[in-house]
């Protein structure tokens, strides 16, 4: 397994590689932010727009908070809520998606239906609107975020699970007398995973930048939490001086979903097999 | 002829239909809110007589099904009822704001079509060359990028450094047409970068696709220049995918001009959703979610319309 892993590996171009290089340095960087920071990450800790320094790295923000120390943490808040929130929405989309292929009729037919709706209505609008309703906080966010993502994800479980249901195996278990359970865990399941896998690597980076530009309008995550949309916005005054301070947050941003997206665009093209 | 209008008509039902569940969605979303909305509004504070007057006054002693009746009348003439946040028509706090935000999409949308549908022949044309594997690239960066990073090095370099254009788009319904392209060129160009790659890939792989059909063979065998039979014999038939994908980003557009707005300070419907949102000032946030939802889904609408008069399978049935 590991050595067909490493055969592809060694076979990616460029991208690919640079791709999984940065994914696996945020990771490292959420995992250890308390150590590699100089400063904790509400620690007011000089004066308001501090310079570059070698005290201060990358300068301070908008109430003396030590900007690289609060970037590193930001890997942890920022990618860890958009990473659970796409688990939750592949949780609850796939879920849907394999019960509607698998049960069929009725239920399949409802579930459609609510997801054609939902997914009329553009998703940074329909979140804005929920969000005035429950409240501005974390929690509801993820929720309503993975509840309105869900709805793609339940378009390709359900399409890709259509395919391997008609399949003589399926057939065969149903005719033993398994359960839906059984046959979506046994079956279904195993046989789906793989786009489902690619999928979730576009899933994320769309979550990751509707986040991203809700915090950056001072909806998504709160202060005092460090996070990359809300210190963009926070810090934007500096833009107009010329300092670029406020832009690495936003790069930090770019870059991940640049690398996710090389990444899943090999996977992809590895999969599919085609040279164009 | 007659099929293709039976579908077009069907497709319009549909799309009617879901403007209805989608208004319906939006007036019901109301509520679900844990008190009710003049709960909400007064606070934990308000004595119950005052509750139940205010209730009175805002009409949410009656059933809900006539409520939302009266308020789909009311829309359909215009009338968005008050805001909650300062009294005011928010027929008058949308309507120049709307009429901003369409300029504004608009304007992105006259640069970023005729960009797109270029490099996207340019890229089937000079297929698997360095200049496609570059574009490939730049398109994958500029999907990843946010919103608000493009904008903000657009300020840094145009606006900042060398100081072409303003970083902050403000303007009125007196400012002059020319000097509104001025003032709104760099959200354009925020707009384009972001919708551009998307459009583009898909125009170089709806002409990639048709590369292999027998015609495009013939022609090639005549002896006529690529670029020729890119343009005269794949494009044509080409266009059906390639116009549901430029509606489609229109729509995105529309949508997409939220956080741009923010960013430029343009006073456009985006921003005023979200300082209502902020305000939690929920019918201002309703009249504007219906408005970016309707726009979206006519947009979405005339995709489909669209994608099914130019399929020159369905005009012209055997």
């Known amino acids: 397994m590991l050595i067909a892993v490493w055969k592809e590996l060694k076979k990616a171009p460029f991208t690919a590689w640079f791709g999984i290089a940065i994914i696996l340095s945020y990771i490292i960087v959420a995992f250890f932010a308390p150590v590699l920071t100089p400063y904790g990450e509400t620690q007011v800790v000089g004066d308001e727009y501090a310079p570059w320094t070698s005290e201060f790295l990358l300068g301070t923000d908008n109430i003396g908070r030590d900007m690289l120390s609060r970037l590193l943490y930001g890997a942890r808040n920022t990618v860890g809520i958009a990473f659970v929130t796409t688990c939750l929405a592949f949780f609850i989309g796939g879920m849907a998606g394999l019960i509607a292929s698998t049960v069929g009729g009725?239920?399949?037919?409802?579930l459609s239906r609510i997801v054609d709706v939902l997914m009329a209505i553009p998703q940074l609008?329909?979140?804005l609107l929920l969000l005035t309703i429950v409240g501005t906080n974390v929690v509801n966010m993820i929720l309503i975020i993975a509840l309105l993502d869900s709805t793609r994800v339940f378009r390709l479980a359900r399409a890709v699970a259509t395919n391997v249901v008609v399949m003589d195996f399926v057939e065969v278990a149903r005719l033993r007398g398994e359960g839906i359970w059984w046959l979506i865990r046994h079956e279904v399941l195993p046989n789906s995973t793989a786009p489902l896998i690619a999928e979730f690597g576009l899933r994320f980076c769309f979550v990751f930048l509707l986040i991203a530009a809700l915090s950056f309008l001072g909806l998504g995550i709160q202060p005092p939490t460090a996070d990359w949309g809300s210190m963009v916005r926070e810090n934007a005054t500096l833009i107009t001086f010329g300092d670029i301070t406020p832009l690495l947050p936003a790069a930090a941003i770019a870059l991940l979903t640049v690398a996710v997206n090389f990444v899943v665009d090999w996977m992809l093209h590895a999969s599919s097999g085609l040279k164009d | 002829m007659w099929p293709i209008l039976r579908m077009v008509i069907q497709r319009l039902g549909l799309g009617?239909?879901?403007l209805f569940v989608v208004s319906v969605i939006i007036f019901s979303s109301v509520e679900f809110l844990p008190g009710d909305l003049a709960q909400e509004i007064l606070g934990q504070a308000a004595t119950p007589e005052t509750v139940a007057a205010f209730r009175k006054e805002l009409g949410l002693d009656r059933p809900p099904v006539e409520r939302y009746f009266t308020w789909l009348g009311n829309v359909a003439q215009g009338d968005f009822g008050k805001s909650l946040a300062n009294n005011r028509e928010i027929s008058e706090l949308i309507g120049q704001r709307l009429l901003n935000t369409l300029f504004l999409a608009g304007f992105a949308a006259t640069i970023a079509v005729p960009l797109a549908i270029t490099l996207g022949v340019l890229a089937a044309l000079y297929r698997n060359t360095?200049?496609?594997?570059?574009?490939n690239v730049f398109t994958l960066t500029s999907i990843s990028f946010p919103e608000f990073f493009v904008a903000y090095i657009l300020i840094l370099f145009f606006a900042v450094n060398w100081g072409l254009f303003p970083s902050i788009s403000n303007i009125g319904p007196e400012t002059s047409f020319w000097d509104k392209v001025y003032r709104t060129m760099l959200p354009a160009i925020t707009l384009t970068l972001v919708v551009?790659?998307?459009?583009?890939?898909?125009?170089?792989?709806?002409?990639?696709?048709?590369l292999a059909s027998p015609y495009i063979e013939m022609a090639r065998l005549k002896g006529i220049k690529p670029g020729r039979v890119i343009v005269k014999h794949a494009l044509p038939n080409a266009l059906a995918p390639i116009i549901n994908v430029v509606a489609i980003n229109l729509a995105y557009l529309v949508v997409g001009v939220v956080v741009v707005e923010v960013v430029f300070v343009y006073p456009g419907l985006g921003q005023l959703l979200v300082d209502s949102v902020s305000k939690r000032d929920i019918t201002v946030v309703q009249a504007s979610s219906l408005v970016f939802a309707a726009t979206y889904i006519l947009l979405n609408l005339t995709a489909d319309v669209l994608s099914i008069l130019t399929n020159p399978r369905l005009l012209h049935p055997r």
Do not use: E
């Open chain 2, 16 to 18: 009617l239909l879901t």
């Open chain 1, 106 to 110: 009725w239920t399949d037919q409802i």
């Open chain 2, 196 to 210: 551009v790659a998307h459009m583009m890939r898909m125009t170089r792989a709806a002409i990639i696709n048709l």
């Open chain 1, 125 to 127: 609008i329909f979140a």
């Open chain 2, 130 to 135: 360095l200049f496609d594997r570059m574009i």
